[in-house]
């Protein structure tokens, strides 16, 4: 089983509430504990459970790759500490852009940034996820990382992407992107969408078609057959 249609507490907009990789997946505490456990088992990651920035909107404040998870300075000492605890490696980021999951789209390759982060802050990004960084829009919109999400396979990416745009976005991260929708058209993938290479959590006001993109796009499809 590598797909799970759900909602948190009846939002389907499930990706605000998380931040996953390949390594593990973080999820607000307001999410109940038995869909937790299925999100874990469809990822394949463990789930921790934990608030950020007193919210449990872990997927807007969150970005990341697997060398480093980037947090915004507004973010509580106590819940630093429980990433100490949890042995993750954070980045404690100063910026007038707190909303770092929706402003930075990123992977192990590269780093797309709002452009309204500051020359100094870019910096600073680049050199805790150990990535190239440029600033660039999607669909001429800095919120980057609301509006793309990808694994190490490929990409989704929204569905007004402009072809200068899309082919930055594909040369900078290394990897095929694909415009589409989610959560019956939304173009804010992010907020649909949680996945590693194992497996996606979708928002359950997704329609058939959406989630076989899905499937098909991020290279799960291909992925299983290869595993027979």
């Known amino acids: 089983?590598?797909?799970?249609?759900?909602?948190?507490?009846?939002?389907?907009?499930?990706?605000?509430?998380?931040?996953?990789n390949n390594q593990?997946?973080?999820l607000g505490r307001e999410i109940d504990v038995d869909i937790a456990r299925q999100v874990s088992k469809v990822l394949d990651v463990?789930?921790?459970?934990?608030?950020?920035?007193?919210?449990?909107?872990?997927?807007?404040?969150l970005a990341g790759n697997s060398r480093k998870l980037l947090v915004p300075e507004i973010?509580?000492?106590?819940?630093?500490?429980?990433?100490?605890?949890?042995?993750?490696?954070?980045?404690?980021?100063?910026?007038?852009l707190t909303a770092l999951g929706n402003n930075l789209l990123c992977n192990d390759t590269g780093c797309l940034a709002n452009p309204d982060f500051s020359a100094?802050?870019?910096?600073?990004i680049r050199q805790a996820l150990g990535v190239s960084l440029k600033p660039g829009t999607i669909a001429d919109l800095g919120t980057v990382g609301s509006i793309a999400v990808l694994n190490s396979r490929a990409g989704m990416i929204h569905r007004d992407v402009e072809s200068a745009e899309l082919q930055k976005v594909e040369e900078?991260?290394?990897?095929?992107f694909?415009?589409?929708?989610?959560?019956?058209?939304?173009?804010?993938?992010?907020?649909?969408?949680?996945?590693?290479?194992?497996?996606?959590?979708?928002?359950?006001?997704?329609?058939?078609p959406e989630i076989v993109n899905v499937d098909e796009e991020l290279g799960y499809l291909e992925h299983a057959k290869l595993k027979k």
């Open 1 to 20: 089983m590598h797909v799970l249609k759900t909602n948190f507490n009846g939002n389907p907009n499930i990706g605000l509430y998380g931040y996953c």
């Open 24 to 26: 593990y997946c973080l």
């Open 46 to 61: 463990p789930v921790h459970q934990l608030n950020m920035c007193g919210t449990s909107l872990l997927g807007v404040f």
């Open 75 to 96: 973010a509580f000492d106590y819940e630093l500490k429980t990433l100490d605890k949890l042995g993750i490696d954070y980045e404690v980021v100063q910026a007038r």
């Open 120 to 124: 100094e802050q870019k910096k600073r």
């Open 172 to 176: 900078l991260l290394d990897l095929r």
């Open 178 to 208: 694909h415009p589409s929708t989610i959560n019956m058209g939304s173009p804010y993938l992010r907020s649909g969408l949680l996945c590693t290479d194992h497996g996606f959590v979708v928002g359950d006001t997704s329609g058939g």
